[in-house]
């Protein structure tokens, strides 16, 4: 039997598909970063289920008792507190394993904190980066605040409630006046989307939060393209026996200088 990889609500208990319903009422086995925090869903469907702690502190030793009993056809479903296992939670580990073992895995989609906030924040576009949780060192954060400022595109990220002032506070000193939106609590009950600018933001979360939080940043403006290095890279190119046609081509489209302008040479 494949390994069943399954989303669960990252708040709300409906949240939940049938078809995760299904898969974790028939397995032999439930694999769950918190036991009780998953047999309240269970129990909220109606589902008696045999579960298994699979956490951080002991995924590597679970996944070398796993991998066997995965190949001698056990049904096993692994779960996180909330979302897809693997984003962020643990569960990478053993899919890899099993798929180096040739087992098959199979992955049962449902909600996911990164795509609601997104769509909430009003931020989205066609791209965007996920960061996962935000460095802890103002020097690492400070350094991803500077890669922030020409991204042109939003970024995603999570971060733990006492640590939200102090982290937009950082941010807020390279790009301050960047859209952006804390998402609080997704689909639970006292569900927030406060939005604003990195820096009123970081005043108005000054203190401590409550709750599980999804942080969007807006898009940046992308730097503006070097002239001077792309006509450089022409002129290397030509001297290499490229044609200057194909040259300001290919020069235009990693750069974004006009080809005609690398073409004709009148940077």
Not at 22 to 41: N, P, S
């Amino acid at each position: 039997m494949p390994l069943a990889v399954c989303a669960t609500p990252i708040g709300n208990l409906e949240d939940v598909t049938l078809r995760v319903l299904r898969e974790l009422g028939e397995a032999d086995v439930v694999l769950c970063e918190d036991t009780r925090h998953t047999r309240k869903l269970l129990e909220r469907h109606g589902l008696r289920a045999s579960v298994l702690s699979y956490h951080q502190h002991n995924e590597a030793k679970r996944t070398a008792e796993l991998v066997p009993r995965l190949e001698a056809g056990e049904r096993i479903a692994l779960v996180s507190d909330s979302g897809l296992p693997g984003i962020s939670d643990p569960g990478a580990r053993l899919v890899a394993a099993v798929l180096d073992a040739g087992v098959p895995v199979t992955v049962l989609p449902g909600p996911s904190a990164v795509e609601t906030a997104l769509v909430a924040s009003g931020l989205v576009a066609e791209r965007y980066q996920f960061l996962g949780y935000l460095p802890r060192g103002e020097k690492a954060l400070l350094a991803l605040a500077e890669e922030l400022t020409h991204w042109p595109w939003a970024a995603v990220a999570f971060e733990s409630p006492q640590r939200l002032g102090a982290s937009l506070g950082v941010l807020a000193r390279v790009v301050p006046e960047r859209p952006a939106a804390v998402c609080r609590e997704l689909t639970k009950r006292f569900e927030e989307i406060a939005r604003g600018s990195v820096l009123e933001l970081a005043e108005r979360f000054e203190g401590a939060a409550k709750g599980e939080i999804t942080l969007v940043i807006g898009r940046g403006e992308p730097a503006a393209p070097d002239e001077g290095v792309a006509a450089a890279a022409v002129a290397e190119l030509v001297a290499a026996n490229v044609s200057r046609r194909q040259a300001a081509d290919v020069v235009s489209r990693l750069t974004g200088v006009s080809r005609n302008r690398l073409y004709r040479g009148s940077l």
